[in-house]
């Protein structure tokens, strides 16, 4: 648990309508709600349409790319006779 600033305090106390007074004793509320925003994590964002359409292309190249095992190109293509290897 990272140790907030003093100027975050002031701020959660002032949201919450208290006075934020570092001499005196802090009320229960005020205690709470730090503990609930330290463990608070960052908000979620969507992702931009720029960003989908990259994972979508990436996707679409990652099936296009995919070759069946139970393919080979020697069916398609004859060899030509006396060349004897893989056909690349």
């Known amino acids: 648990m ?3 600033t003093m100027r975050t305090v002031f701020e959660l106390a002032y949201e919450r309508g ?3 007074d570092p001499t005196q004793l802090q009320t229960h509320a005020l205690i709470e709600s730090l503990e ?3 463990r608070a ?3 979620l964002e969507a992702e931009s349409r720029y960003e989908r359409r990259r ?3 990436r996707e679409r190249r ?3 790319a995919y070759v ?3 393919f080979d190109a020697a069916d398609v ?3 030509p006779a006396g060349i004897h290897g893989e056909l690349v």
């Open 68 to 70: 069946p095992d139970w």
């Open 77 to 79: 293509f004859d060899r």
């Open 41 to 43: 994590g960052r908000p």
């Open 18 to 20: 208290e006075e934020y």
């Open 2 to 4: 990272q140790t907030m």
């Open 36 to 38: 609930l925003s330290a």
């Open 55 to 57: 994972r979508q292309e």
């Open 62 to 64: 990652s099936e296009l």
